[in-house]
């Protein structure tokens, strides 16, 4: 270093020397400001307001009357969203399949053998509701899913046990009803207590609820309760799912599902 240097060097040190002052004076001091809430505590704070602090049957009064504000989607309009909605993160070309888990492209959407197509978790004669605009295009519970493995799920109850079920490994069936592999198990039951809560008979459709039996035919009740609240617990809300969530609030229907933010709200309803 030149001498000539070192004059403009000294400005610099003097800053640095103050610099370390003011940090150690703040690392003394209490945080002015508190750190910036996250995702979950700014929607408490906004979305579930009024939601906050309440249990129980009250609890469930509430998140229907924050929920059931929604944009509802047509049913052709369903296909595009789902290309959105459950997109596989690793390749932006595809869907991914909720039972299966199979990555499959988005282009493959159809009726034919190798497609996929839009399976009602909540079973559509289970209430009687069809495909029609509301609980038939709710893409809270609307998902891709090969097409064969949708006609072996058709409208069976969920419940544990069964035999493997072809093209669908981890998951198993027997005749009344279905159990889908561990990696999802969470996401089809907060699934079908949103459409409980979402839906309570208070428009042009049936009062969804969770029971817990199966064979529950065309009746608007889906089973079994005790188990989806067992895989409720046993796999939890995941990156996945919460985009998910967060891409049917803020691009197609502008509600959300609780149960992915507040998983524990299913032990505080039921
Ligand atoms: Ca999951
Ligand atoms: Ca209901």
Redesign the pocket.
């Known amino acids: 270093m030149s001498r000539r240097h070192l004059p403009a060097l000294r400005p610099v040190l003097a800053l640095c020397a103050a610099a370390a002052v003011l940090a150690g004076s703040a690392a003394a001091a209490p945080a002015a400001t508190p750190p910036a809430a996250s995702g979950t505590a700014a929607l408490d704070d906004t979305y579930y307001q009024g939601a906050i602090g309440k249990t129980g049957p009250a609890l469930q009064t509430a998140l229907h009357g924050i929920i059931r504000n929604q944009t509802k989607l047509s049913y052709s309009g369903v296909w595009e969203a789902l290309k959105v909605t459950d997109q596989d993160p690793a390749n932006s070309a595809n869907v991914v399949l909720l039972y299966s888990g199979l990555s499959r492209a988005k282009s493959k959407n159809g009726g034919n053998v190798g497609d996929w197509n839009r399976e009602h978790v909540w079973a559509q004669s289970h209430g009687d509701f069809g495909t029609s605009q509301g609980p038939g295009t709710d893409l809270h519970h609307l998902r891709p899913e090969d097409v064969q493995v949708n006609g072996i799920r058709g409208n069976k109850d969920f419940d544990n046990g069964g035999s493997p079920v072809s093209g669908a490994p981890g998951n198993l069936t027997d005749s009344d009803s279905y159990e889908p592999r561990d990696a999802v198990k969470g996401d089809v039951a907060r699934m079908i207590l949103y459409m409980?809560?979402r839906?309570?008979?208070n428009d042009s459709f049936a009062?969804?609820?969770p029971n817990d039996r199966v064979n529950n035919g065309s009746s608007p009740l889906m089973g079994r309760l005790s188990v989806l609240k067992q895989w409720n617990d046993e796999d939890p809300p995941d990156t996945f799912e919460k985009r998910r969530n967060e891409l049917i609030y803020s691009q197609f229907q502008h509600n959300r599902n609780p149960f992915i933010d507040h998983p524990e709200w299913v032990e505080s309803i039921w």
Do not use: H, I, S
């Open positions: 409980a809560v839906y309570e008979g009062d969804l609820e």
